[in-house]
């Protein structure tokens, strides 16, 4: 087979260029600093056949312009940088490749937990800084509730990690009802339950219109006193304004962010501004290991398209086009 696979990006992983090459594929890379307008150069003026998308929008316009575009897959699970409307439109799939980095955002939000909890980074900047400022109120997480709004597979290894140091760890997600997906974790009926009694609540939910502003002001007054907030999904699912509120007024202890409303943060921010906050630029999934991952399982999901052997529907965000790509194969 020879086809041709854009990523939107300077470089993939080479376990995602092995795959490629082998299959005979050309892979061609945007350039370093492209963005939106130079994707949509690019997708008009070669004849693509695949996308791995990765950070950079893939507009309509992107997908309208390549008339032989027949699949895309996201380095990733997130897709709200991709029309998924437009490419739906044209009957292309549009995977994920979900759990390739669970094991790496999942790690980061234990790293974020312990963090905010013990207040390490502004310790370490009062030291910086000259200062043998000692936090007198960290806190020990021992004996404490685990609250976790999605119990993928990030969620199922945050509770087995969270279970080890002695947290007792529960969760809310609709997809898996009142059975628990891992013997580390309790699932209960509603996010109010999960609420009143997470001292630290972490979000693992993809981003959609039912999950936007999913966690507001009313639920984070729901959360017992000083909890701690974790975000290593995507900003867009926690009210910010009122986040930064609860952190300021003390009815919260601390915030862990790996994922904010504006990426990058402006200077202004106000998260900035607020001294028990811990934040790190949306990088979770961005250690090697996950990378490599994400690469292999985003160049199998387009060489199984292309090839007429989709990967698992449960990948696809769009599956309704599946079965329009089978009868076009």
Avoid at 7 to 36: F, H, K
Avoid at 135 to 163: E, K, N
């Amino acid at each position: 087979m020879s086809a041709t696979v854009f990523v939107t990006a300077p470089r993939l992983g080479q376990a995602g260029v092995r795959t490629l090459e082998d299959a005979g594929s050309r892979i061609i890379y945007l350039p370093d600093g492209g963005g939106r307008t130079e994707v949509e150069e690019i997708m008009a003026s070669e004849a693509v056949d695949g996308v791995i998308s990765r950070t950079v929008e893939l507009s309509a316009a992107a997908i309208e312009a390549s008339p032989r575009l027949r699949v895309i897959s996201k380095h990733g699970v997130g897709v709200g940088n991709i029309d998924v409307d437009a490419a739906t439109a044209r009957g292309i799939p549009v995977f994920t490749t979900p759990g390739a980095n669970a094991q790496s955002v999942a790690e980061l939000t234990i790293a974020l937990m312990f963090n905010a909890a013990r207040r390490v980074s502004w310790m370490d900047a009062e030291i910086r800084a000259g200062r043998w400022s000692r936090a007198q109120d960290g806190r020990q997480l021992a004996g404490g509730t685990l609250g976790l709004v999605g119990a993928g597979q990030i969620g199922q290894r945050v509770a087995r990690t969270a279970a080890a140091t002695g947290m007792r760890v529960l969760a809310f997600d609709p997809g898996f009802g009142l059975d628990s997906p891992v013997p580390e974790l309790a699932m209960v009926g509603s996010l109010e339950e999960l609420l009143g009694q997470a001292d630290v609540l972490s979000i693992h939910v993809p981003l959609s219109e039912r999950t936007r502003g999913l966690i507001g002001a009313p639920q984070l007054a729901l959360l017992p006193a000083d909890a701690i907030v974790l975000n290593t999904a995507r900003g867009e699912v926690i009210d910010e304004p009122a986040l930064v509120e609860a952190l300021r007024s003390g009815q919260l202890f601390a915030a862990g962010l790996d994922t904010t409303w504006s990426e990058p943060m402006e200077p202004g921010n106000p998260l900035l501004d607020c001294p028990n906050v811990v934040v790190t630029p949306h990088v979770g999934g961005s250690t090697p290991a996950a990378l490599e991952a994400m690469a292999l399982a985003a160049a199998r999901n387009i060489l199984g398209c292309l090839e007429g052997t989709p990967p698992d529907a449960r990948s696809c965000v769009n599956p309704t086009t599946l079965s329009i790509e089978r009868s076009n194969a």
